[in-house]
Nanobody, 125 residues
């Protein structure tokens, strides 16, 4: 059973920072490309950041570029998202995802076949 468990969400003031973590188990973590998605009420699920299996190639949505950083520690089977300069529009449920052998682009949710249950991020101002 492949499991992805997010943690690190919470409530912060605008301009603050949070670090999300995703702990993976039950599969060969290093073989998967990984991503963070988010979904706010009434909105479509959005690809926030993705990272290749080796951690060399990354993608960021324009809305978070320069503020968020995705990284992975393959030895620890853990994915991270460092979020700085948070804005109220960053408020959403954040999901960790993993996928392999997909015809879809890394920023497309259809590229991922394993998902965590999500962690809530709320930014107030």
């Amino acid at each position: 059973q492949v499991q992805l468990v997010e943690s690190g969400g919470g409530s912060v003031q605008a301009g603050g920072s949070l670090r999300l973590s995703c702990a993976a188990s039950g599969y060969s973590y290093i073989s998967y490309r990984m991503a963070w998605f988010r979904q706010a009420p009434g909105k479509e699920r959005e690809g926030v950041a993705t990272i290749s299996t080796g951690g060399v190639s990354t993608y960021y949505a324009d809305s978070v570029k320069g503020r968020f950083t995705i990284s992975r520690d393959n030895a620890a089977n853990t994915l991270y998202l460092q979020m700085n300069s948070l804005k109220p529009e960053d408020t959403a449920m954040y999901y960790c995802a993993a996928g392999r052998y997909s015809p879809y682009a890394s920023r497309d949710a259809r590229a991922y076949n394993y998902w965590g249950q999500g962690t809530q991020v709320t930014v107030s101002s």
